[in-house]
């Protein structure tokens, strides 16, 4: 199982981006995937999970602002950032259970068995 992600990038405080991750060596239909993001030596916080019945959960410092979203046709795992303010700047991970043994969503990192490399976003003042 591969997971890469993309669409990081450096914005100005109240822009936007959206991030995508992409499965491969997958094809399960039971699941629970999530975001996190970590500052350099920080520890890795979870920011939004989605399970495939389609609930979500959110850090209380995203809701509003973010939206987690998948296509299972594309295999393609997505977070909507919208009003991106300073304290959004970190490594952004996605991460994959295959086979949870219950399906509610998840922002505990010891939950999943895969995890992307990450993509970098930055946002300035």
């Known amino acids: 199982v591969q997971l890469v992600e993309s669409g990081g990038a450096s914005v100005q405080t109240g822009g936007s981006l959206r991030l995508s991750c992409a499965v491969s060596g997958s094809t399960a239909s039971r699941y629970c995937m999530g975001w996190f993001r970590q500052i350099s030596g920080d520890e890795r916080e979870g920011v939004a999970s989605?399970?495939?019945?389609?609930?979500?959960t959110y850090a209380e410092s995203v809701k509003g602002r973010f939206t987690i979203s998948i296509d299972s046709t594309k295999s393609t795992l997505y977070l909507q950032m919208n009003n991106l303010k300073p304290e959004d700047t970190a490594m952004y991970y996605c991460?994959?259970?295959?086979?949870?043994?219950?399906?509610?969503?998840?922002?505990?990192?010891?939950?999943?068995?895969?995890r992307g490399q990450g993509t970098q976003v930055t946002v300035s003042s």
């Open positions: 991460a994959l259970d295959l086979d949870p043994s219950t399906l509610t969503p998840s922002l505990s990192e010891l939950h999943y068995n895969y």
């Open positions: 989605i399970v495939s019945d389609g609930t979500t």
